[in-house]
């Protein structure tokens, strides 16, 4: 997600395919960070939605790889599902199995997640669902999960808020 003059991209295309594969011309400069941050705002929601419903099934006798499964093939499919489930031991190369080691930081997304919520209140845009994917994000770094991959917050649910 890049920002700026498109025949600079086009220069430095070369530089950005060495750090990645999908490279998106999002607008002008600063297109690229907004983007980014609209992104992670849904990715956060997402895996929020996704974390939720687990616990929910979980704790009324579902198998949390049966109804993953379930909700992966349904209306309710999403990234999270199909390559980064936050439940423990569903998906073995996912962080949740390794007590949510490695990954994207939840420190990171709710960094990314605050600068959503400022872009938000400089255009007056309604974003209820970002700003309570922040509160929940900064509820994990007071308690301790910042260094963690932002799929922990599965343990938000499973602690009952």
């Known amino acids: 997600m890049v920002g700026g003059d498109a ?14 594969r999908n ?13 980014k941050v609209c992104n992670n705002q849904l990715l956060a929601i997402l ?8 616990a929910l099934g979980v704790a009324n006798g579902l198998d949390p790889v049966v109804l993953s499964e379930i909700m992966r093939r349904s209306s309710g499919g999403n990234w999270a599902l199909e390559v980064y489930n936050p439940w423990p031991g569903v998906m073995e190369n996912a962080p949740a199995s390794r007590g949510y080691e490695g990954g994207f930081l939840s420190a990171l997304m709710a960094k ?34 910042g260094d963690k991959d932002f799929s922990v917050v599965q343990k938000l649910f499973d602690q009952g808020l």
């Open 112 to 145: 990314d997640l605050g600068l959503a919520q400022e872009a938000a209140q400089l255009t007056g845009n309604s974003t209820p669902l970002g700003s309570l994917a922040t509160s929940l994000y900064r509820l994990l770094l007071k308690q301790g999960f």
């Open 47 to 54: 895996m929020i939605g996704t974390a939720e419903s687990l």
């Open 7 to 20: 025949q600079v991209l086009e220069k430095a295309r070369p530089i950005f395919s060495a750090m990645g």
């Open 23 to 35: 490279i998106f011309h999002a607008g002008s400069d600063g297109a690229g960070q907004v983007a």
